[in-house]
């Protein structure tokens, strides 16, 4: 399809029965291809029977330069090892994008090396894109599904909420810079890594100010050569996060919570070192020290400071919600004693929803 609105399915409020899209008397099917829409909406919708890669290489919808795209509450299965992605998302100019929200999917599958969401760019785009409390599992937990989620050349957005199991690739940036809070992420059995930064990518784990766009994830990684976060050429920003990282089957000196290479202008920026208190480390389940190595492209060590650790509650007890338009709102937890938020990028306009106990804000940019 090419132009227009597409939608399918309905708010799980309008309580209907769920739409089916699989292949004709239980026949394989090349899914949805969907080219410069205006809108996409699918709503509790159930993907099934796509044919499989190198047949077809091919996902169960692939959505070309739509400009809203809100895909919530539907379901992308696979039968085991057929190698198929869920979702793909692609974007060839700036022009071409307004809001993209991926919220409380199902993904199943055992895809081989497809993702099983996928949201690519021909060019560094900046974009609000929400990917949140979607779960993504392979069949057994353990069957070691290459990838989850693969962001390339997309900014602005969060991941957030997300329950990812059993995949080899947890998250993988490749020049992108994100928000990632709340995700839980138990990797496969075979040497995998939670979150992969690759090509001047940043990743956010940690609070701006003292509202926690990032922070609060748990990874835990299996194998001898298992990394929780690893870079090549990148960054993830840390410091007062809570996160938790832990190690299954650690080998010392292969198996790392924090490993890979920096970007020379952060190592400059830093002068070598740079905080990352209050996270959680740990190997088979119990609190240690940290394992991390980190260095420069020239192979000069980097060093974070992770004390002191904190492995206790969650602190967080604030709220706000943001009105993003067209009935989507995205909650940001605060620490306990709110602030004025302030930002040289824009303003927040907020009110009480006394009937949900949130504070519902509106950005005004400047």
Known sequence: MTGGDFRSGSTPSENTAP??????????????YLSGCKEVEIFTTCFENILPYPVDSTYAAQLIDCEYVNISNSSFLAEPDVKTGGLLINYTSESNVKEVYINYNHFQ?????MPALSVV???YITFPLIIENNEFESYSGNDNSANAILLSGVAGGVIKDNIIT????GIILIWSAMDLYGNIITGGDEDSKGVISCALSYS???????VYTGGYNSVSCEGENAKCLEFDNSYSYLNDGYNIFNLNGYDPGNAFHIAGTIPDLIYDEYGGEA???NNCFRISNIDTNAAA??????EEPFNFIFTPYYCGENLLEGMIAFDLGNGMYDTIY??????AVQSPMFNFQCSMDNQRHLKICQIQFL
């Not at 599958?109 to 090396?113: E, K, Q």
């Open 19 to 32: 739409v089916y899209l699989k292949g004709k008397n239980g026949n394989p099917w090349r899914g949805l």
């Open 109 to 113: 599958m055992d895809a081989g090396d």
């Open 121 to 123: 760019t021909s060019g």
């Open 166 to 169: 059993g995949y080899n690739n």
């Open 204 to 210: 956010n784990l940690a609070p701006n100010g003292f």
């Open 275 to 277: 905080d990352a208190i």
């Open 293 to 298: 190595n980190v260095e420069r492209l020239d």
């Open 334 to 339: 605060t620490e306990p004693e709110e602030a």
